[in-house]
């Protein structure tokens, strides 16, 4: 018992390469010592090289072949002189290592040859230079220190058939306890040692791999059985996405080692999915830490949270990853197909990751982390395979993976969310045996758009409980280059305006005209477009429709209404720059509409065919559907059998048949729409296309109105729609196409930016890890989030350049569970009384607000010169 008591209680604290490369964070790193010297912990210290040394010891190997490394190896040399004068140390503590590198690589620019095990020892000197002035700093604040050589407490555990790369390059290491090293090591004190080199059974120089300084930390951990392995890196913990292409990613508290094994396999770059494993075996806590942030709390990896319920906790990214289809009808119930190709990917080297198998076809993945591929070796390998089918290669995939427990539990939530991949090709889904991932290889070029769309879906625009921690935006992370280069939104430069107009006028909807009048001008200058019109129904406010009348801009309106309206407002408008498309309308709305004169759609035969005197010598348009939604929604995709818009392209014949018959009307114009909110350049000359041959079968058609559905960015990690490129595709469609006219009918992409909610807080509450902001908006001024799940973006307004260092759910004041406007929203923190603004908000917000409980929607408010 008193030996037990007596043996230390050891902490392994592992810091990375950025960790390493500043004063500031060797003070930070200092600090952390103590304060586990503090708590009763002995510190085992093992540290990288510094930042980007090791890539630069690559590339001196290979300059050396060329005798070119002299000078790049001076410049080596000075970076760490350097550092050591910043640390206000004695340059010559890396001499030693310096000779060492000019001895080594001198030999191999006279044999002009690097083996395996050269090469292990020029990479180590990389992190004996960081260590050896590390622990000079640390003794220098008055901590007693130990540097210890790696080399003598791990040693490979490598097999004799391995490869010479394997075997000094990329080694695993015994990690069994050793209480006798560990107590020899604790009799020291703390101790200082390096990450990523051990030694052989020759004593010789080996690597763990490149990365594999957490996989040292892992192993010295399970050899003096410490009580945790904490790895402190430049972020807080892991993440629900890469937060450097996912700002809004959110931190994961709490993980299995599963669960952690498969984030960091499938793509994660915070921690070498081989440092698991040993921790995993020998049940020591993996603590992930954040060097410039030391007080925050990170992810915790352990058995403790092993059997939470099934959900995913992050989308991950393996990006290069490459196809191998093998075709062949001679497979089909075949014995020993599967086994005799692989043996063909084996003879080459190569290590198979994802496999998918039909009756004529298997297509495998090969992972580039665990494979050279290079182009012979795929050459060659197609060559061999083609002796046994048809093989051919896919390069420049992505494999996207929805990684958390019990996957196959979460199968009827992700139905909705698998909508993103609708419109792309997907190569192969494989779910996995472990039941921890689902896994969608495609296109490199979307995966970072859909990654960004899985992830709003997923962690955005919903409550997640308390797995997830703050954002890495709400931790003062550096904001991703998209948001970087963002520039000025109008109502942050109007922020004084706005909290003075919302200490009068809570809720309100305020709306910029010169936004606006921008986005219209940007729309009537494409060169491509013959006519714009409004979609009325997206904003109906009198100054918004003043403003897109002055400019020129025609109305396209859903309803008698909207007509009414229009025509009250501007009386003098020509018929011929409105637009009348009802959709299941009484049979009179049409009757009024062609009395007044206006343009009128069709979109279903059934008025055609029972009221034809309605439309008999009349000149209309017709909406086809297309077949085929798009949208950021469901209930926004407004093509497909499962839409009720536009004549079905089955009924397109019976149609022409109706025309033709005595009497019948003309068709002028034909019109599709396939949904809102689309950012893909390509739908409109799509539509077009579709619309011409059409059109074959109408002689009369001189306009197509390609619809709208032009989308804005409502995330910040949304790019916005290249509207030069869609002009480009339109035009090149009329060079070829120079008969008809294009219209297109925006609405949400004049408006939608160009307004605001703004509201005021109403009380705050704290529910265990869940923090409730109340405003005095609800569901009844804005039902988008409720309805669609949609997402704006929301800040507090009074606080804007304040931290964002508040978690909370944004709800209103009516009586439903759905009131909430933003689910884990990042804001400074908010106060009775603040002012919050909820972005995009011009387009489809007022017009669809109710009185609902009673509670009056928010009114609205056009920003006027006086008040800029």
């Known amino acids: 018992m008193t030996e037990e008591k007596s043996r230390p209680r050891w902490v392994v604290l592992k810091f990375g390469g950025t960790s390493v490369s500043s004063r500031t964070n060797w003070g930070i790193i200092a600090n952390i010592v103590r304060q586990r010297l ?43 002189r350097a550092m050591a004068e910043d640390l206000d140390l004695a340059p010559a503590l890396v001499d030693d290592a310096i000779r060492v590198l000019e001895r080594v690589l001198l030999g191999i620019s006279l044999v002009a040859e690097a083996s395996p095990r050269v090469r292990a020892k020029v990479m180590a000197q990389g992190e004996l230079m960081s260590t050896r002035l590390g622990a000079a700093f640390l003794n220098a604040q008055g901590l007693s220190v130990r540097w210890t050589d790696a080399r003598t407490i791990l040693r490979s555990s490598a097999r004799s058939d391995d490869t010479d790369e394997r075997r000094y390059l990329s080694v695993p290491c015994h990690h069994g306890a050793d209480r006798p ?37 892992a192993y010295m951990s399970c050899i003096v059985e410490a009580e945790r392995c904490e790895i402190w890196t430049d972020v807080a913990g892991m993440f629900t996405a890469n937060p450097h292409q996912v700002p809004a990613a959110r931190l994961l508290r709490a993980l299995g080692y599963d669960e952690a094994q498969e984030i960091a396999t499938t793509g994660a770059k915070v921690l070498h999915p081989r440092c698991i494993a040993p921790l995993r075996e020998a049940s020591i806590p993996l603590h992930i830490r954040s060097t410039p942030q030391p007080d925050l709390r990170g ?40 086994a005799d190709s692989f043996q063909v990917f084996k003879k080459h080297g190569l290590s198979i990751d994802l496999v998918s198998t039909s009756e004529t076809n298997v297509t495998v993945s090969l992972d580039p982390s665990a494979n050279a591929l290079e182009p012979l070796t795929l050459d060659a390998l197609v060559v061999d395979l083609g002796k046994r089918c048809r093989a051919r290669i896919v390069s420049h995939c992505a494999a996207i993976s929805l990684v958390g427990r019990h996957i196959r539990r979460t199968l009827h939530e992700l139905g909705p969310i698998l909508g993103v991949f609708e419109e792309q090709r997907v190569h192969l889904m494989s779910q996995a045996a472990s039941d921890l991932n689902l896994t969608f290889v495609v296109e490199q070029a979307q995966a970072q758009r859909l990654v960004r769309e899985l992830h709003w879906l997923l962690f955005e625009s919903g409550g997640r409980g308390d797995l997830l921690g703050p954002s890495w935006l709400s931790l003062g992370q550096p904001k991703s280059e998209d948001e970087e280069e963002r520039p000025q939104r109008w109502w942050e430069a109007q922020r004084e305006a706005l909290i003075r107009l919302a200490q009068t006028q809570s809720p309100a909807y305020v709306y910029d005209l010169r936004s606006i009048a921008a986005a219209a001008t940007g729309l009537l200058e494409m060169k491509s477009l013959d006519r714009v019109l409004y979609a009325v129904k997206a904003n109906a406010n009198a100054g918004v429709l003043t403003t897109l009348h002055r400019l020129g801009v025609g109305f396209e309106c859903v309803s008698p209404g909207e007509l009414d309206l229009v025509f009250g407002l501007f009386p003098e408008l020509p018929v011929e720059r409105v637009l009348f498309t009802p959709n299941f309308a009484h049979r009179q709305e049409y009757e009024q509409a062609f009395e007044r004169g206006v343009p009128v759609t069709v979109d279903n035969l059934y008025v055609l065919e029972a ?146 909610l703004l509201a005021k807080v109403t009380q705050t509450k704290v529910k265990g890890e869940v923090e409730y902001v109340g405003i005095d908006a609800g569901m009844n001024s804005l039902i988008r989030p409720a309805l669609y799940g949609a997402y704006h973006e929301i800040v507090n307004l009074s606080r804007l350049d304040a931290p964002r260092d508040q978690i909370a759910n944004i709800v209103g004041p009516i009586c439903e569970t759905g009131d909430t406007l933003g689910y884990g929203r990042s804001l400074a923190r908010a106060r009775e009384g603040d002012v919050i603004c909820i972005a995009t908000a011009g387009a489809y917000g007022r017009v669809m607000s109710s009185s609902y409980n009673s509670r009056s929607p928010a009114v609205e408010v056009v920003l006027e010169e006086a008040e800029r």
């Open 38 to 80: 503090d708590d009763g912990l002995l510190p085992l210290i093992v540290c990288s090289a510094f930042s980007g040394v090791s890539n630069t010891l690559e590339e001196l190997l290979e300059l050396a072949l060329d005798d070119a490394h002299t000078e790049p190896l001076e410049e080596l040399a000075a970076k760490h």
């Open 181 to 217: 090293l560990a107590d020899s090591l604790g009799a020291q004190g703390p101790i200082l040692t390096q990450g990523f080199i051990a030694r052989n059974s020759r004593d010789e120089t080996v690597l763990l791999g490149r990365g594999g300084s957490d996989t040292s930390a």
């Open 299 to 338: 992810t915790v990896i352990s058995l403790a949270t092993a059997e939470q319920a099934a959900q995913v906790k992050a989308i991950s990214v393996k990006n290069n990853v490459t196809l191998v289809s093998m075709d062949t009808l001679g497979m089909w119930q075949e014995v020993g197909f599967l």
């Open 611 to 756: 009221w034809p005197e309605v439309f008999r010598g009349r000149s209309i348009f017709v909406r086809i559907d297309p077949g085929k939604g798009r949208g950021h929604h469901s209930h926004v995709r407004t093509a497909g059998k499962q839409s009720k818009f536009g004549v079905a392209p089955e009924e397109v014949v019976r149609l022409s048949e109706l025309v033709r018959e005595s009497g019948g009307p003309k068709v002028v114009g034909l019109h599709a729409h396939a949904g809102s909110g689309i950012l893909n350049a390509d739908q409109w000359a799509e539509v077009a296309l579709f619309l011409a041959e059409v059109a074959t079968l109408f002689p009369a058609v001189r306009v197509l109105d390609l619809g709208g559905g032009i989308g804005i960015p409502y995330k910040p990690s949304q790019v916005a729609l290249d509207l030069v490129e869609v002009d480009h595709q339109l035009e090149r469609f009329r060079e070829a196409n120079p008969k008809f006219e294009l219209w297109m009918e925006p609405g949400r992409y004049l408006v939608a930016e160009a307004g605001v």
